[in-house]
């Protein structure tokens, strides 16, 4: 368990999921903890696609912690759809939630990251950062957009004292992915696809975003970080 008493970290999606687990396992490693989510139980209830919704979060945040050193945009989603289906409404609600939010989730909280001097970032890329998949075409493409995002404010921030990560867990069993894991065939072919042979929790990702977020991380930064299970080793 990681120290992380003093730390003020703001969660997106932190009211289920990967952000849920995230938040919980901060908590319990003595961080002050800001969830958004467009969910009941957050913080603050807001659409992260919102205009103005990631300063609205910064404020609110800066507001309630006094500051933020830390910032894990986990609001994301999923859906399967092959290219012939779909449309542009399809693509751009994808790109939407998974790239175009989390920058400016960071943009806005980025002047209290530089005020903290140890600024941790933690983005929520996906093995599908660094592979591909039938019917995942615009998944796919915003998954790689989060990590070419770390690795390159990983490069711009680290003057500031700011590291910033990406997670690429594998198949978690999540509420995003619940109905696509409710296909036993789907289901199946990624648990026999991870050398573990099962598919992840949330809590395995949030086990490692803890890490990152503490100081034992403080000389990683612009890296992708693979939480899948072994997913990535099988061809």
């Given at each position: 368990m990681a120290d992380l008493t003093g730390r003020k970290v703001v969660v997106t999606g932190g009211a289920m999921g990967i952000g849920g687990a995230t938040a919980a396992?901060?908590?319990?490693?003595g961080a002050a903890v800001f969830t958004a989510d467009k969910a009941e139980g957050a913080d603050i209830q807001i659409d992260v696609t919102a205009p103005g919704a990631g300063e609205a979060i910064a404020a609110a945040a800066t507001a309630a912690m006094g500051g933020i050193d830390g910032v894990v945009p986990a609001a994301g989603i999923c859906d399967y759809m092959e290219v012939d289906g779909h449309d542009d409404a399809f693509w751009d609600r994808m790109m939407a939630v998974n790239v175009t939010a989390v920058f400016r989730t960071v943009r806005a909280c980025l002047p209290a990251l530089r005020q903290s001097g140890r600024g941790?970032?933690?983005?929520?890329g996906s093995v599908m950062s660094v592979r591909g998949s039938p019917g995942l075409v615009a998944y796919t493409a915003?998954?790689?957009a989060v990590l070419g995002m770390a690795r390159a404010m990983g490069a711009e921030f680290g003057p500031f004292g700011i590291t910033v990560n990406c997670v690429q867990p594998g198949a978690i069993q999540t509420p995003m992915t619940k109905d696509i894991l409710a296909d036993p065939a789907l289901a199946g072919y990624w648990r026999d696809k991870a050398a573990l042979k099962r598919l992840g929790e949330p809590e395995d990702v949030a086990d490692v975003i803890a890490f990152l977020i503490s100081d034992d991380a403080r000389f990683m930064t612009g890296h992708g970080v693979m939480v899948d299970g072994g997913?990535?080793?099988?061809?």
């Open positions: 396992r901060l908590r319990r490693d941790r970032v933690v983005l929520l915003s998954k790689h997913i990535i080793q099988q061809p």
